[in-house]
T-cell receptor, first 114, second 113 residues
Framework: GENVEQHPSTLSVQEGDSAVIKCTYS??????FPWYKQELGKRPQLIID?????GEKKDQRIAVTLNKTAKHFSLHITETQPEDSAVYFC?????????????FGPGTRLSVLP | GAGVSQSPSNKVTEKGKDVELRCDPI?????LYWYRQSLGQGLEFLIY????????KSGLPSDRFSAERTGGSVSTLTIQRTQQEDSAVYLC???????????FGPGTRLTVL
C-alpha cells in the first residue's frame, strides 16, 4: 500500500525566510497530492494541491513541486510570516476505486520566529 | 454554505463507558472519513464511507470501535468500553467523492478518565 514520508518533522525559520517541506510516496499510481495546514487547536485546511499532470503550482507565497519519477513533492513557502506557524501535512492519493482516499504524512511543525 | 460540523465539541467520560460522536458532512458530499489525532501527532485514518457503505474499515483500532452512516449524510462513531488510550481528537471530513478535496470538521475532543 501507499506510504508517505515527510521531512523535517520540525522546522524553525526567521520571518521573511523561505521554508521547504518534502514528502516522498511509494505508489507510482498516486495522482493527487494535497497539502493541509493545521493551526493550533484548529482543523486541518487545504492550502494547495497538485495533480500528477503538472510539475509545479503556485499560489501567492506558497508553491508545490512534484517529481513523479523520483516520487517526491515539496511545499515551498516564501517570505514567511508568523501566521504561517502551524503543522503542515502532505498527502498522496491512493489508486483504485475502493478504500480511503489519501495517506497523510506525519506532519511538519513550522515555527516562524519574529 | 455550512461546513462539516461535529458534536459534541468536547466529551469527558469515565473508563468503561460507551460514547457516540456525531458528524454532519457538507450537503451533497458522498464521501465521509473519520480520523483520530492524538496530542501533537498526525492524522490516523479510522474509516471511510461512500454513501452509506463503508468500503474501508481498515483503520478501526479494535472491535470496540464502530461507525455507521444513514441516509448518505450523518455519521456516528461509537466507542464501546472506552479506555484511556482512546483519548484524542476525533476528526470527521467529507468530500464530493474519492479524489476530491477533503473538508474537515472542528473535531470532538474525547477525554477518558
Amino acid at each position: 500500500g501507499e506510504n508517505v514520508e515527510q521531512h523535517p518533522s520540525t522546522l524553525s525559520v526567521q520571518e521573511g525566510d523561505s521554508a521547504v517541506i518534502k514528502c516522498t510516496y511509494s505508489d507510482s499510481a498516486s495522482n493527487y497530492f494535497p497539502w493541509y495546514k493545521q493551526e493550533l487547536g484548529k482543523r486541518p485546511q487545504l492550502i494547495i494541491d497538485i495533480r500528477s499532470n503538472v510539475g509545479e503550482k503556485k499560489d501567492q507565497r506558497i508553491a508545490v513541486t512534484l517529481n513523479k519519477t523520483a516520487k517526491h513533492f515539496s511545499l515551498h513557502i516564501t517570505e514567511t510570516q508568523p501566521e504561517d506557524s502551524a503543522v503542515y501535512f502532505c498527502a498522496a492519493s491512493i489508486a483504485g476505486n475502493y478504500g480511503q482516499n489519501f495517506v497523510f504524512g506525519p506532519g511538519t511543525r513550522l515555527s516562524v520566529l519574529p | 454554505g455550512a461546513g462539516v460540523s461535529q458534536s459534541p465539541s468536547n466529551k469527558v467520560t469515565e473508563k468503561g463507558k460507551d460514547v457516540e460522536l456525531r458528524c454532519d458532512p457538507i450537503s451533497g458530499h458522498t464521501a465521509l472519513y473519520w480520523y483520530r489525532q492524538s496530542l501533537g501527532q498526525g492524522l490516523e485514518f479510522l474509516i471511510y464511507f461512500q454513501g452509506n457503505s463503508a468500503p474501508d474499515k481498515s483503520g478501526l483500532p479494535s472491535d470496540r470501535f464502530s461507525a455507521e452512516r444513514t441516509g448518505g449524510s450523518v455519521s456516528t462513531l461509537t466507542i464501546q468500553r472506552t479506555q484511556q488510550e482512546d483519548s484524542a481528537v476525533y476528526l470527521c471530513a467529507s468530500s464530493l467523492g474519492r479524489g476530491y478535496e477533503q473538508f474537515f470538521g472542528p473535531g470532538t475532543r474525547l477525554t477518558v478518565l
